[in-house]
């Protein structure tokens, strides 16, 4: 049995945390990166990764990302078009993935600066990255506002979407099933710079107990 840990540093979030950097994103993470493609109602192609994403449901499959602090320009392309697409970051994709967080303005396009190829979705209007191995095409399910618990609003809005078509890359299945450290799926690891690479030796299997 792991032992406990008997020294902690404790802090309430409303008062600070009183280190050099907040540590809350590195201790829930590493975390899958929502690299979501929209369109604007101009047609202005935008693309923006997030750190808050992840998948939320089986059956249909939804996933969310959360656009903290404000309403940036993927929520009101997606609010307006009701449509979004997710990109799979790779290790090889990294800098361009981190070229499309560049505040610029709304009338100008990631994928330029970013110098990515976009590739057309089949059953959505909002691009996809060519060079991505896996994208989803969605549809806008619900938008929620965070609160606190008391109750009151806070300036986030998380966007799900229901995943309507899947492109999976070839050479990113073996034998049927798809393998992340293939790919060399990047996560978001908390600080002002981290990241993780999936990779083979850092895999292992455990599955869950029968009753």
Known sequence: MPEPAHDTHFYEPKNGHGLPHDPFNAIIGP?????????????????????FFNAFNYTPPIIGFASVASKKDSFNNIEATGEFTWNLATRE???????????????ESEFERAKLEQAPSQLVKAPRVAASPVSFE??????VQLTTHDGKDVPTWVVFGEVVGVHIAQTALVDGLYDPARMRTILRAGGPASYYEITPETQFEMFRPKA
Not at 101 to 107: G, H, L, R
Not at 138 to 143: A, D, E, F, N, P
């Open 31 to 51: 975390r899958p990166i929502g690299w979501i493609g929209s369109l604007s109602a101009n047609g202005i192609p935008n693309l923006a990764p997030y750190s």
């Open 93 to 107: 994709l990294a800098e361009a993935m981190n070229e499309s967080c560049a505040p610029i303005p709304a009338e």
């Open 138 to 143: 969605c549809r806008l399910s619900q938008i």
